[in-house]
């Protein structure tokens, strides 16, 4: 169900740079970030209304996929809501989603791109080398209790010796090797598709 809006070139404009200006603020994902979307959205515009940006979010939430994706149902509502029925409705609805996944999505990956770039270019320096040495206890912690996540859908955890056993042998791999990972992703998916794990 659409709710009948209109928007000029500097609303889509206005939309574009919300997102830029929220991209860096959600921290924790960006749903984080989904009460101010609703101020802006629904309270401050009316572009949206709430049933359409609880459904976006619910629906986001429970397809599988990124959580950002309910960022690109929000826009597309946002265009439907502006084209109406019809092929104008889909067009806007893309320009919308795209207009919001584009601002959401620029800032943080430019941010992570400088920042690696610098990080590599700088990689001699003490500071940096510190960072990196403080940071592998940390992902090899997530990483692990990402296996232990991923395990438990398996059942027992525990006690389930061929997981931990390939858990280990991509371990030492990854550590003592330069395979790619996608290699290793490829022979896991296949011994799963197996059943051997």
Request: hydrophobic letters at 60%.
């Amino acid at each position: 169900m659409t709710h009948a809006i209109t928007l000029q070139p500097l609303d889509w404009l206005h939309l574009f740079l919300y997102y830029l200006s929220i991209s860096l603020l959600a921290v924790g994902g960006a749903i984080a970030t989904a009460p101010d979307m609703h101020r802006f959205l629904v309270d401050r515009n009316a572009w949206l209304t709430e049933m359409q940006f609880n459904a976006s979010i619910a629906i986001a939430q429970a397809a599988p996929g990124p959580n950002v994706l309910f960022i690109a149902l929000l826009g597309w509502h946002v265009g439907l809501n502006a084209g109406g029925p019809g092929a104008m409705g889909w067009a806007y609805g893309l320009l919308g989603a795209a207009l919001c996944m584009l601002g959401i999505m620029l800032p943080s990956a430019t941010l992570t791109w400088l920042a690696t770039r610098w990080a590599h270019r700088n990689r001699e320096r003490r500071a940096v080398r510190a960072f990196k040495q403080g940071m592998a206890p940390l992902v090899i912690g997530l990483l692990m209790a990402a296996t232990w996540v991923l395990g438990r859908a398996q059942g027992q955890p525990a006690t389930d010796a061929p997981l931990w056993l390939l858990t280990a042998a991509v371990m030492l791999l990854v550590w003592r090797t330069k395979l790619h990972l996608l290699w290793m992703l490829g022979a896991g998916a296949l011994l799963g598709m197996l059943g051997w794990v």
